[in-house]
């Protein structure tokens, strides 16, 4: 069976300390993996994705995530969080045509 | 470049209403498209993808139908709305570096 589960719905960070949003998932098969952002009334944007080749993903604005299969986990880093982080994040599986969408963490970023 | 129309942004219709939402995709040929939905409080939920010109592929049984009767446009689409259908609908089509989202529509059924 396929899923993804986002283990904090929202998470709240001071503005220059460190983001971790954590996703873990649960696929028979070899997943590709993603971290997708929706800033308020916009569309989601891909922030980088996994695919089988290094497991240490980089993406845009910052951020990275590790792949990591004995864990099952895919979590989103980032070493300082700035304002413009605020958003909602969404991990994502894919599999054989087909997504799974965990449930969304909210960032929130205090000055 | 690729680009992913969808319209309209906001919606308020009454229950037992129609419902038409339309997707179109520039830039590209035979796309994978995709209909999700964003539910209050709930992650994203495929709802239908279709890979080619009528062909479509229904992922939960709901009050909703999807058609595609060009390959740059996929259509959700449902004849008598209910409460629970609102939410955030999102388009989505599949290019070959990765998956592109529209910038969706926020229905609420009143």
């Known amino acids: 069976a396929q899923s993804v589960t986002q283990l904090d719905s929202h998470v709240s960070v001071s503005e220059g300390t460190p983001v971790l949003l954590r996703c873990n998932y649960s696929?028979?098969?070899?997943?590709?993996l993603f971290w997708y952002v929706q800033h308020p009334n916009k569309g989601l944007q891909l922030l980088l994705k996994?695919?089988?080749?290094?497991?240490l993903v980089k993406g845009i604005n910052g951020f990275e995530a590790e792949f990591k299969k004995s864990e099952t986990s895919f979590h989103l880093t980032k070493p300082s969080a700035h304002m413009s982080d605020a958003a909602e994040y969404f991990c994502?599986?894919?599999?054989?045509?087909?997504?799974?969408f965990g449930s969304g963490t909210k960032l929130n970023v205090k000055p | 470049s690729q680009t992913i129309h969808q319209w309209p942004a906001t919606l308020v219709q009454p229950v037992g209403s129609p419902l038409s939402l339309e997707c179109t995709v520039e830039?590209?040929?035979?796309?994978?498209l995709y209909w999700y939905r964003q539910a209050a409080g709930r992650g994203l939920q495929l709802l239908f993808y279709?890979?080619?010109?009528?062909?479509i592929s229904s992922e939960v049984p709901q009050n909703l139908s999807a058609s595609r009767p060009q390959d740059r446009q996929f259509i959700l689409s449902s004849k008598k709305l209910l409460l629970s259908d609102s939410g955030f609908y999102l388009c989505?089509?599949?290019?070959?570096?990765?998956?592109?989202f529209g910038s969706g529509t926020r229905l609420t059924v009143v």
């Open positions: 279709s890979v080619g010109i009528g062909q």
């Open positions: 696929s028979s098969y070899s997943p590709s």
């Open positions: 989505a089509w599949r290019g070959i570096y990765g998956y592109t």
């Open positions: 830039g590209t040929s035979n796309p994978n």
């Open positions: 996994y695919t089988s080749a290094a497991t």
């Open positions: 994502v599986l894919h599999n054989f045509n087909k997504f799974y």
